[in-house]
């Protein structure tokens, strides 16, 4: 499929979609958008910008939400102009939604409402290329159902997300064989490696994290076979207003996005020999 | 807390909220309700209806989905007219709340919407009781958070409900320590005996469900502590047009409940003991 | 069936197996099983005293595992003789079988080791009742060729006890849809209530435990549909040798007794209703 | 650490223990070895034979359980001699140590028993290498305990490995992040590909299996980070008496440790990010 100009899928090039969780200000955005650009212009992987400018499921009111709408569209079009790649936004029920359509290029929708049908149908029907986020709570062969209402409407640019799959309370687990079955929709599958490792109400009033653990996973799901990796990032995790725990130090991406290009060439050179057996 | 009309909590009898699943037609719906206010009735049983007009996220949208708010709000209005028994039923996020406020009596937020913040404080403001249910994806002391936001809008009547956790994949699970530690926020804690044995997604385009087990857990959920009970019921779950695997068979109501009520009455006179453990 | 001179199973009053985790010292022992027998008699609930002599599996090396096997015999001889109840004492598989069973009235055998056919075989073949534990990482229907391997070697007296699911790292379940499906196999089954909130390996070199669910658990159990309840106790559990944490602290046992004989007696008086359904 | 002669560890090539689940016949083990040794050879993959002598923990004892230890025992010696590699296999309970580890070098411990304390430690002061299988009710920082088990009697040469997690019923998960946890022991982490899609008790008296997703795990292992791959391989596992729906047709396992082979190379080039950040 193509998405942004290049072409996805599991015998094409992983990309990728990484940014910070949350547009804190436009001098973080446009920073990080371009020192992303140039690290995967030099590493040679195709790139989606991502952010959000407002965090509709916080565990506590008292979490900070974003920038509102229309000072988030300002500066992800500033992206855009400035720093000349695609950018992808996540959206709400109460989304305006032609109008984050008018600016971004990719629209995601958040694993809690996968299974909102209108609201699923309604994304899909604005003509943009959609990722789709697995329910937490959701089987890998049940988005065959999700995608399967996507496509009724006439959208064919649909990708599904895996960020995790409730595993006992406050904590998630990547199954990587739900990668492989994800396949069979037709859909280009991706992998969020950072929302994978988060500890879902582990701290209270926010979640936490394991971050020590995002690239180990980014790396698995390589392996597996994805046709692209999700992945927040941030030059001060720490300090970050949203997912801070989860995130990955912009500074040491690098050697990661590194040994994923590495391993996606070799898995993607041999082969899925599963292909064969998964009919 | 007062509840139309009635005290609920855990020094109280338990109350039921029953009915089927959606409204297929306002026979049904009148039929039921009569039946069920008769039932309950002549057991001393609390009861508040429910049915739902609309099923925003059924698995298809082959499923059917309703009659829609217009012929669902005017069957509800019947059955508090005709019969005399308060109704709840539940809303999404493009309900017009205050529609569906000026007929019901009790709302009712779904389970995969838990984690919205928007959605549950505008229904919390409508001013009338509402019944959250936790996320499958949640830990119960995950509500505690959501407590907290739905109080922030000044409503004091909320109950919490428990429909099942994840557990690996199309399965719930309901564990019996949730329902103890809910009882912690203050809430009213109630238990879903029916969609606690849905298999979500478990037969391909709909999901399963193990109706024999729901007089188990309901006992089980009775015993551990609970304010109330919520159950599907229909005078033919094998023709329902919505959730029959899970629903209860109508006319094996009476023996259910009438267990249920001697067990509330037995455990409620001896006090939890457990109460002087938790803090 | 016949268990220690009493009739138990689905339609008879629940029987107990309490004791502390491991036989610490003879006074410990006869203390205890002297204080159970008498509370126990005035209740009118069936009693089988249990403790262990060695603790075969306890997570660090560095934990008390026990009198050994001579020292334990003769304490539980001693509980025989002095207070007149049946004694259980769990067994493993380089125990003397036929030794142990020249004292013991029931042999337990270690939720580990349910999938060893030749020590299940074993045990069974020593022609005493057996309580076999459901391993943490099997569903309630995978006892059914455990059962079928007891009965194989003639044994008829088989007991099969549930002490939680593995859910998630570090943490149990109990799923009382299970209690009922375990029933189907025959055998009573008895639910194991201070195992059950074990969180193993919770505290690095020791296993931690929720003492305030044991009551909550208990109850739901029972009210599941039972023949027996399992349950640990001691006069100080804050100083037990082993267990400490998930243990019921033996001057709080009447009131959580109390009102699991009265649950009992209504759910058995009542019936259950699921077993038409279960086929 | 030194494995059988050569060098085994994270910055290590990883070396390959395989053969069919159990020793159905003197031809097979030999025909097998042979063959495995062969392509092992010629992909520069460091290789130990696995087959057992006796299959103790059956799901039923209808199965197969092997031709027994003298049997067992005189082919594994066979095959060293005759094929030229080093022998693994595993031991149980009533195994008589002495015995088998007089023939093979490495000795593996079944994740059922991993908490056995004596079995453990017996095992271990044979002073050959022991691969220690996880518990599927185990999590990964659980085996710390295991390794201090084991290294107590003075055997530095313990491997531990993952055979998949219990998650839900007759369900096994594979957690990627427990690879990198478990390295933190300093013993050679070694994942179980096969046994990890196993579908324990999931065909009622036999157990099932995915065997499409083993090179997908295979290959997740990898990338994350592993010391050893554990394969069963067999040239017709539809006829296979053991674990045939989970093993890997030995005519297809080639280019399955070709793309290992490679992927290994790159992911141990580029070293493991995550190591600063684990502590």
Redesign the interface.
Known sequence: MQLCGFHVGIDQPFFLIAGPCVIESEQLAIDTAGQLKELTTRLGIPFIFKSSYDK??????ASFRGLGIDEGLRILQKVKDEIGVPVLTDV???TPLAEVASVVDVMQTPA??V?????I?NVCRQGLPVNIKK?????P??M??VV??AR?VGNEQIMICDRG???????L?????G??SMRRTGCPVVFDATHS?QQ??GQ??TSGG????????A???????VAGIFMETHPDPANAKSDGPNMWPLD?LE??L??LK??DD??KQ?????QG??G
Do not use: C
């Not at 687990?173 to 064989?177: E, K, L, N, P, Q």
């Not at 394991?210 to 996973?217: A, K, N, S, T, Y």
């Open positions: 509709a499921n916080r565990s506590s009111t709400h029920e109460d809690f409402l299974r909102q049908t209108n609201f149908q329910g937490q709570f959701q089987a062969w049940d065959d159902q399967a209402k009724e799959t409730s595993f006992g309370y406050n904590t687990i990547s199954d990587m064989r990668l492989a490792v879902p109400g209270g009033s394991q971050r020590e653990f995002v690239p180990v996973l790396r698995a799901a390589i392996a597996a076979g040491q050697p990661v590194a040994v590495a391993l070799v898995v041999h082969g899925f020999v599963e057996l998964m």
